[in-house]
């Protein structure tokens, strides 16, 4: 089962912006999915979004998009995950996750998950 850690996470006045990376303890392979979830303060944990590894097709929450994108990295083992015009409400600890569901949206479709990264939005 594949290891997964994420980094880049930290605090961020509003407006701002981060990318967090989540890398993987092997190779991606084309039949996998790469998803991001966060769970904020007091609230249980929620798609974010998601990427087909094999074409890089992406699906969003619609509280994120057309704010956050998510890609591919360079080296074969890593996706990232670019967050802009960030507000409070999207304080919260970021996990990534894999699995092999196109388009998956919910926890259920994905196997391994990393240890998550904080988020915090604040003035």
């Known amino acids: 089962q594949v290891q997964l850690v994420e980094s880049g996470g930290g605090l961020v006045q509003p407006g701002g912006s981060l990318r967090l990376s989540c890398t993987a303890s092997?190779?991606?392979?084309?039949?996998?999915?790469i998803g991001w979830f966060r769970r904020p303060p007091g609230k249980g944990r929620e798609f974010v979004a998601t990427?087909?590894?094999?074409?890089?097709?992406?699906w969003y929450a619609d509280s994120v998009k057309d704010r956050f994108a998510v890609s591919r990295g360079n080296t074969g083992n890593t996706v990232l995950l670019e967050m802009n015009k960030l507000n409070p409400e999207d304080t919260a600890v970021y996990y990534c996750?894999?699995?092999?569901?196109?388009?998956?949206?919910?926890?259920?479709?994905?196997?391994?998950w990393g240890q998550g990264t904080q988020v915090t939005v604040s003035s």
């Open positions: 092997r190779r991606i392979f084309s039949s996998n999915v």
């Open positions: 996750a894999a699995g092999s569901t196109r388009g998956a949206t919910e926890e259920m479709w994905y196997g391994s």
């Open positions: 990427i087909a590894w094999r074409d890089g097709n992406t």
